[in-house]
């Protein structure tokens, strides 16, 4: 089966285009998750949805960034206009629920989207 | 959520064990994880300790659980090169995962 699927995989921009990350969830998956990396801040949670909702948006740095679930299979992240700042890596992850019922909270990364903006 | 600390760095020999220790925060999450990422891949959840555990072991791998310290360990014996990853400790702080900054172990022949 296909894991969690993330385009593009590099992106170069210059400072003030629009970036859109795109993610598809794993089949079946009821959480989709959107992290940043970077050397500094680590691990940093964005945004997360569950059926398609979101419901915790308190890690979106500024109203610079965006994020939509218009269906089950599909989410995207837009950074507009991007900054040097925003370079990172970009990971989206999803999970089938969140530990509930007495299991251990798997979350299924993408290989992410590498951001450079210049 | 608040920082769940880790080191940011271990350098071992190959045959070594290593250890990777990390602090977390949340004293309510049930279950707390160690997620592994190699070069230019995502991550992977590794194993995971049930709250109510002190330890638990899966093949190479050993983690320790210190509930009063908050303090979460992992132990991979024998590391081999392919070990050499990004390893991250999460604890489970209300309705997300909340990880560390991920420890770099390299191991070297």
């Known amino acids: 089966d296909a894991g969690v699927i993330q385009s593009p995989r590099h992106e170069v921009t210059e400072m003030g285009q629009e970036v859109t990350l795109r993610c598809k969830p794993i089949s079946g998956h009821d959480y989709l998750f959107w992290y940043r990396q970077t050397m500094m801040r680590g691990l940093e949670l964005l945004i997360y949805?569950?059926?398609?909702?979101?419901?915790?948006d308190s890690g979106m740095p500024e109203d610079r960034f965006s994020a939509k679930m218009p269906n089950a299979s599909f989410s995207t992240l837009k950074i507009q206009p991007s900054e040097p700042r925003d370079s990172a890596v970009y990971f989206c992850?999803?999970?089938?629920?969140?530990?509930?019922?007495?299991?251990?909270?798997?979350?299924?990364f993408g290989e992410g989207s590498r951001l450079t903006v210049l | 959520g608040e920082d769940v600390e880790q080191s940011l760095f271990l350098s071992v020999r190959e045959g070594d064990s290593s250890v990777i220790n990390c602090t977390y925060t949340d004293s309510s999450s049930t279950y707390l994880y160690w997620y592994k990422q190699e070069p230019g891949a995502g991550l992977q959840l590794l194993t995971y300790i049930f709250s109510n555990m002190d330890m638990k072991q899966d093949q190479r791998l050993t983690v320790l659980l210190n509930k009063k310290d908050k303090h979460l360990s992992l132990r991979i014996a024998d590391t081999q090169t392919g070990d050499s990853a990004i390893y991250f400790c999460?604890?489970?702080?209300?309705?997300?995962?909340?990880f560390g900054k991920g420890t770099s172990l390299l191991v070297t022949p």
């Open positions: 949805f569950n059926n398609n909702v979101p419901i915790d």
């Open positions: 999460a604890d489970h702080s209300g309705y997300a995962l909340n």
């Open positions: 992850a999803s999970s089938l629920d969140r530990g509930t019922s007495g299991r251990a909270w798997e979350l299924f």
